[in-house]
C-alpha cells in the first residue's frame, strides 16, 4: 500500500499565484486533515474532513481552501499566495476513532517568494 | 478542551545515554496520547500510542513511555540513545468519542545526539 501521498513534494510560488497541493490515500480512510508546519510551532491544523462531500475548517483556514469529492482525494488549495503561507504541509488520515493516530504524508515545501 | 505542553524545545544528549522528552497533557476526557517522531527533511512517523490498556506503552525503536494519570504526563524514555535518534519529537492528544478525531501536537522537542 502506498498510503498518503502528496505531491509535489517542494513547490516556489510567487506571490498572488495559485496552487493546489493534492493529497491521495489508498486505505479507505474516512477522516482527512491538512496541517501546517513551521518552525517551534508544531503542526496546525488547516481543514478536515470526515467524509467525501464533508469538509470544515481547523485552526487557521484563512487563504485555503478544500474539497472532498472522494474518499481517496483531499485537495488543498491556495488561491492569491502569500509570504505568510511559506510552511510545509502535511496532509494525514485515519479510520476514524481518536485511539487510531493518523498516517502522514510526506509533506509539501512551499515558499512564496 | 485538550491540550499537549512538551516542557523542553531542545533536548541534548550523548550517545549510549539515556534519554527523557516531558510531555504533560489537559484533556477534559480519557485521552488517547501519541508520540510521533520526525527525522530532518521527513514526514512524521507514530512511535507510540496509549489508548487507555497498559500505562506503559512500549514503541519502536527501543522507545517507551508511561501514563500517569495523577501527574497528567506522558514523558517518552529510552535506555540508550542512538545516534539515529536525533530528530524532532512530537507529543500529540486525542479526545476519543468527539465526532471529528483530530488530534493536538505539542510544539515539538528537538534531541540532538551527541558522539
Known amino acids: 500500500n502506498a498510503g498518503v501521498t502528496q505531491t509535489p513534494k517542494f513547490r516556489i510560488l510567487k506571490i498572488g499565484q495559485s496552487m493546489t497541493l493534492q493529497c491521495t490515500q489508498d486505505m479507505n480512510h474516512n477522516y482527512m486533515y491538512w496541517y501546517r508546519q513551521d518552525p517551534g510551532m508544531g503542526l496546525k491544523l488547516i481543514y478536515y474532513s470526515v467524509g467525501a462531500g464533508i469538509t470544515d475548517k481547523g485552526e487557521v483556514p484563512n487563504g485555503y481552501n478544500v474539497s472532498r469529492s472522494t474518499t481517496e482525494d483531499f485537495p488543498l488549495r491556495l488561491e492569491l499566495a502569500a509570504p505568510s503561507q511559506t510552511s510545509v504541509y502535511f496532509c494525514?488520515?485515519?479510520?476514524?476513532?481518536?485511539?487510531?493516530?493518523?498516517?502522514f504524508g510526506s509533506g509539501t515545501r512551499l515558499t512564496v517568494v | 478542551a485538550q491540550s499537549v505542553t512538551q516542557l523542553d524545545s531542545h533536548v541534548s544528549v550523548s550517545e549510549g545515554t539515556p534519554v527523557l522528552l516531558r510531555c504533560n497533557y489537559s484533556s477534559s476526557y480519557s485521552p488517547s496520547l501519541f508520540w510521533y517522531v520526525q527525522h530532518p527533511n521527513k514526514g512524521l512517523q507514530l512511535l507510540l500510542k496509549y489508548t487507555s490498556a497498559a500505562t506503559l506503552v512500549k514503541g519502536i525503536n527501543g522507545f517507551e513511555a508511561e501514563f500517569k494519570k495523577s501527574e497528567t504526563s506522558f514523558h517518552l524514555t529510552k535506555p540508550s540513545a542512538h545516534m539515529s535518534d536525533a530528530a524532532e519529537y512530537f507529543c500529540v492528544v486525542s479526545a476519543p468519542g468527539g465526532a471529528t478525531n483530530k488530534l493536538i501536537f505539542g510544539t515539538g522537542t528537538l534531541l540532538a545526539v551527541q558522539p
Open positions: 494525514a488520515s485515519t479510520p476514524g476513532g481518536g485511539h487510531y493516530g493518523y498516517t
